[in-house]
């Protein structure tokens, strides 16, 4: 079955860094579109990236462009997000979800389990 | 970037209620819109996407419908595993926007 599972979450002091992965099973990775969506503690749902199926089209939010990057490699079937000059704002559940195929247009399903991260001192 | 607004932002109902939640674009986007279920502690999943279309396995006392600006997700007749909390979610234009949420609580 379709499994998406995030991994790399945890506690970090503001201004650092943090990598959070993403590994994909069940289906053709290479030829979705992927997207992080992140959820404050008690809050709603933010879209955070996408990268296209081919890596060719990367879209962030305006709060985490100039500090997030979003990459994949088809080959291991693996999102990742490099997240850097972490802030406080930034503390939530990250989710990984998948997009749809062969397009950047479009809906998350499924949704992995989410990685939590925590910037503090 | 494209507002999305709902309403209500709860609602409590009771099982068997009819329960309608809408959802309103800043500007119009055509159909690209999906709505989802998200319980306490748990992943969202998607019921509706494209405006009308149910996503494979979800039951059909959801709908969904709307277009342009003007959306509604209905829940036919609420069952015990519906008591969740709703977004919506335009696809439209980047960045990808939410709507607030809509808290469907019991009676």
């Known amino acids: 079955q379709v499994q998406l599972v995030e991994s790399g979450g945890g506690v970090v002091q503001p201004g650092r860094s943090l990598r959070l992965s993403c590994a994909a099973s069940g289906f053709t990775f290479s030829t979705y579109a992927m997207h992080w969506v992140r959820q404050a503690p008690g809050k709603g749902l933010e879209w955070v990236a996408l990268i296209s199926y081919d890596l060719n089209k990367k879209y962030y939010a305006v709060s985490v462009k100039g500090r997030f990057t979003v990459s994949r490699d088809n080959s291991k079937n693996t999102l990742y997000l490099q997240m850097n000059s972490l802030g406080a704002e930034d503390t939530a559940v990250y989710y990984c979800a998948r997009g749809v195929p062969a397009a950047i247009r479009g809906w998350f399903d499924p949704w992995g389990q989410g990685t939590l991260v925590t910037v503090s001192s | 970037d494209i507002q999305m607004t709902q309403s209500p932002s709860s609602v409590s109902a009771s099982v068997g209620d009819r329960v309608t939640i809408t959802c309103q674009a800043s500007?119009?986007?055509?159909?690209?819109l999906a709505w989802y279920q998200q319980k306490p502690g748990k992943a969202p999943k998607l019921l509706i996407y494209a405006a009308s279309s149910l996503q494979s396995g979800v039951p059909s006392r959801f709908s969904g419908s709307g277009s342009g600006t003007d959306f509604t997700l209905t829940i036919s007749s609420l069952q015990p595993e519906d008591f969740a909390t709703y977004y919506c979610q335009q696809a439209n234009t980047f960045p990808f926007t939410f709507g607030p949420g809509t808290k469907v609580d019991i009676k």
């Open positions: 500007q119009g986007i055509s159909s690209w």
